[in-house]
């Protein structure tokens, strides 16, 4: 069984979950091709769906469908697992509860983001939304993080096409780092530090990818890897699963048009996708803002980075936003 | 020049360093045997020297060294940069201000921790321990970094046996976490975490690699990747710089095995290893602890840890450290 273990120093929580892996079986190797469990057609071995979006001329667990989620096969974490915050012990044990979902993208085995239309994404997007929304109903639960892995250099064991979500009992201290900065921020001005960062990069445009009315794609000022890349609705909201549909549609353009540009300018690089979304409570609602953050996963980390270490990025964001503004699809 | 930026939201730190390498040359690739500038016969392309451990018969910036340290030559920071910490700006750029050094860890191009002495690997610690000496005096630089990446998976691109320092004007955000969790711990219970640690660790038993009276070595209680294991020393002692020629010596011996065991058990595992020593100030002496984490960097990072998310661990380390206890060099 997984537990969630507390460093005593730093306090932050790993998961350790043997059953995931055997010892010395590291790396994984990749499925391909005709082995692959989340082909159309192989819904039996993926497992039994938690969601789809299908016709509705095909049955349950069948066939037919968009997007399918469905419970990770080794879960890190689970709903029926215990939580509980110890006495002041110097090593804490926390038990294994949570949930690990795998978002099923396409029932194409060759599809990726640059090749998926707009509306694929925003089904893709949907199904987020959905799913952190029915999660959200456990009071138990106090964040969700979802995370795309494209290729083996970006950690994939699966070349098909998914996403992760990953809810947890407790917030992590990345999203509470982000989420105290915001806050700290918005108490000093008044507004939120996102909507500050999306008007001064439009205003700016050195770092602007695209942008309309309703999104906007930029390089961060602080970007910490070459053509890192934020995403996001320059429409204020804290929580992805308030976002409407037209909100969600707005966005899947925007990321359909930017997967695209990363492609074209890298040559179809490894890569992560990040949703951040405010965690549970009412605290956040003005000061934190939902976002996607794609970073490029060019080149093996030093260690001098590794775990929130020091990043050395040697792309200014300006230069990658010039190149990304100029690369589109032939 | 790089400079420092910070991000408007989390605050965290980042070197943009566009010198460093050209957009779009990423990855470097690997220099091997031939080209190799840090071995015996190439000082004077590898750069002027800092220090080095050599017979008094040769000369400076010549061969017969054992040691060797040279300003990197792609420096992430500059001692002759500025660095202010601006107003209350929302992007705020800090200058390159800090210092990047090279420590060459042998003249032998194909010697590595595992192969070197222990007498060897104490002559690295002195490197590192007299540039902190040096650098400390400084009174602009507030924290140093040692770091050594070993394989191409660990984002090193020379195979030559290194490391790197660097030395920083401000405490980046991870060293400043885990030095306010035991600093918190310090004021709760009046002693070292790191201390009660390596006494829990001691008397406990599953995670202990191998220990004596002066240090020890063990897999942490919450190791965020596969053997993961630290090195340290169990007198307390917060600043590595102001070890004693006896505790190098103590801990070189340490290291050497350790080091042994994890090319053993893991077949020369691409890793990193990373020094934390207390940041400038006195507020920190009796709550922090100089350690050595050792870092296998058996697969790609999935998009979850990245930058300090969440690692999920499918070796639990009772399991990592009775795998070492049980590897010795046949």
């Not at 350790?16 to 819904?43: K, N, Q, V």
């Not at 990069?201 to 695209?210: H, K, M, P, W």
Request: aromatic residues 6%.
């Amino acid at each position: 069984m997984s537990e969630l273990r507390r460093d005593p120093i730093t306090g932050r929580t790993v998961i350790i979950a043997p059953e995931r892996l055997r010892p010395m079986a590291l790396p994984l190797e990749t499925l391909r091709g005709g082995s692959c469990p989340f082909c159309e057609g192989r819904e039996a071995i993926a497992g039994r769906e938690i969601l789809a979006w299908r016709t509705p001329d095909h049955p349950h667990n069948g066939g037919g469908w968009r997007v399918r989620v469905v419970p990770n096969r080794e879960p890190a974490l689970r709903v029926e697992s215990h939580y509980a915050e110890p006495a002041d012990a110097l090593f804490q044990r926390l038990g294994g509860l949570g949930a690990h979902e795998v978002i099923i993208e396409s029932p194409d085995h060759g599809a990726n983001w640059s090749t998926m239309t707009a509306y694929d994404l925003r089904v893709v997007l949907w199904a987020w939304r959905e799913r952190i929304r029915d999660l959200r109903r456990d009071v138990r639960l106090k964040s969700f993080l979802i995370v795309k892995n494209v290729g083996a250099a970006a950690g994939a064991t699966l070349d098909h096409a998914h996403s992760q979500l990953v809810a947890l009992p407790f917030v992590p201290q990345h999203l509470e780092d982000e989420r105290a900065g915001a806050r700290a921020r918005h108490d000093d001005t008044g507004s939120c530090a996102f909507c500050a960062v999306v008007d001064e990069e439009v205003r700016g445009g050195s770092r602007l990818v695209s942008t309309d009315d309703n999104t906007i794609a930029f390089t961060p000022f602080a970007s910490r890897v070459p053509f890192e890349t934020w995403v996001m609705s320059r429409r204020h909201g804290a929580a992805f699963d308030e976002e409407t549909d037209e909100g969600l549609s707005a966005v899947a353009e925007r990321l359909s048009d930017t997967l695209r540009r990363l492609y074209v300018a890298l040559a179809a690089p490894p890569h992560t996708v990040l949703l951040h979304t405010a965690p549970v409570g009412e605290a956040d609602r003005s000061s934190y803002h939902w976002h996607l953050e794609i970073i490029p996963r060019l080149s093996a980390e030093s260690g001098l980075a590794w775990d929130g270490g020091i990043h050395v990025n040697p792309v200014a964001p300006e230069d990658a936003a010039r190149h990304l503004r100029d690369s589109r699809r032939p």
